[in-house]
């Protein structure tokens, strides 16, 4: 990737000074170190990635390849590493995320102006930072900062044997791919005539997603007496750099709504997570502004251990 071997040790060390404190509330250490350690390497080898930068601005038809490539810049003689993003895919919401460096700590605003500058020809009106649990980041007067999404995640095992006020008993059925998109749009359709803020804001999970769920084994229809509640969806991958049971969708059914009974549905899928493999850990991340399903977590035993935050001069807040 071409960086100096000390400004990688100097990005690789503020990250994980941020970030390993509340890690270690759900990893071991080891387990944590490696975690962060992937998560940044993964990005740093965006750098000189010719092909993710062709193939980003085939998606957004804007400047040439290298205009999309990360960036490590000078920020008050500290090397700031950051990178060009877009909500939702959308070419007209482009932000900055702020990825690693030593002045996020130190003058958060003047890094996101100084990164804003930088990819000022995507006209970024906001940056981004993932912070620890559920602090927001330091900023000037005058700037706003709101949450994005939540990291939470816990150990299958502590998920499956954790206590449950609840006496509904749930059960685990296999769903089909075709059954469970055609849930999922039509769960969508509600949320957008119920609430189209948060609709806007949600990404329900695609048909290749739900796919790859199935193939790992991991979509299935929560029910309750035989009634289906909701649908749930997971897989093997990585999240920023923990590998685990992640959680694609999780959806309930209209008539079960406001009943609990999700976080019972990943109760029993972490028992049967772990049968085959018992220091699994299940993730996932959650839009900050989905209230249910951050209750759901809580509920489930799954701790909040990073949240993302965008961060906006004046009285900009975007989406």
Known sequence: MGLPTHVCQSLHAEFRRRLLPTFLTQ????????????????ELRRLDDQGFAESFAAAMGLGSPTD??????????????CAIRFFGGDRHQAFVDLIA??????????????????????????????MPGLGAPPVRAGWTSRADQVFAIAPAAAIARAPTPRTEVVDLEPASPDEAAAFVRAGYQRIAEADPVLRA?????????????????????????????????????????????????ELVAASFAGRGTASLAQREMAKRACASCA??????????SNAPSRATARRAG??????????????????
């Open 27 to 42: 990893m071991d250490q080891a387990s944590a170190d490696a975690a962060l350690h992937a998560a940044l390497s993964e």
């Open 279 to 288: 220091d699994v850990i299940v993730v996932g991340t959650i839009d900050a």
């Open 302 to 319: 799954r701790a909040e251990v990073a949240s993302w935050h965008f961060l906006s001069p004046g009285d900009g807040g975007g989406s």
């Open 68 to 81: 999309y490539l990360p960036r490590v810049i000078d920020v008050a003689e500290t090397p700031l590493f």
């Open 101 to 130: 460096g030593d002045a996020i700590a130190q003058d958060c605003a003047g890094a996101a102006l100084k990164a804003m500058r930088e990819y000022s020809m995507f006209e970024p009106v906001r940056a981004r930072v993932l």
């Open 201 to 249: 804001r949600l990404f329900p999970a695609t048909a290749e997603e739900l796919d790859s769920c199935h193939a790992h084994g991991n979509l299935w229809w929560w029910t309750i007496r035989g009634a289906r509640a909701g649908l749930l969806a997971a897989r093997i991958d990585r999240v920023l750099g923990v590998k685990g049971l992640v959680i694609v969708e």
